[in-house]
């Protein structure tokens, strides 16, 4: 088993920068695809970014331009860098391993997720 641990979550104002990590204990990154994903409070939980074993990725539209992914499995490390944060950004952001080659936009296909990271965007 893989175990996700997200960090970096704080609160921003709008306009401002956060980079998210991801680590793996347990086993290592470089046998999945790996997803972000974010819960609002009263909302479904969204994939907002995803990259395959071989570094294909994708973005939900709404964060195309602001977001990147990107991980390195020689330090079991997946990050998500996120700027010019608006408000609608605010959310429980959470890490996945998904057990295939490419990522998935729906939770449902992932395996293990870590406890999540508060990300709080202030106007």
Known sequence: QVHPVESGGQLVQAGGSLRLSC???????????LGW?????GKE????????????????????GR??????DAKNMLT????SLKPEDTAVYYCATRNGYYSSTDPRDY??????????VSS
């Open 37 to 41: 994903f974010r819960q609002a409070p």
């Open 45 to 64: 939980r969204d994939f907002v970014a995803g990259i395959s074993r071989g570094g294909e990725f994708g973005y939900i539209d709404s964060v195309k």
């Open 23 to 33: 680590a793996a204990s347990g086993r290592t990154f470089s046998g999945y695809a």
């Open 111 to 120: 395996d293990y997720w870590g406890q999540g990271t508060q990300v709080t």
């Open 67 to 72: 977001f990147t992914i990107s991980r390195d």
């Open 80 to 83: 998500l860098q996120m700027n």
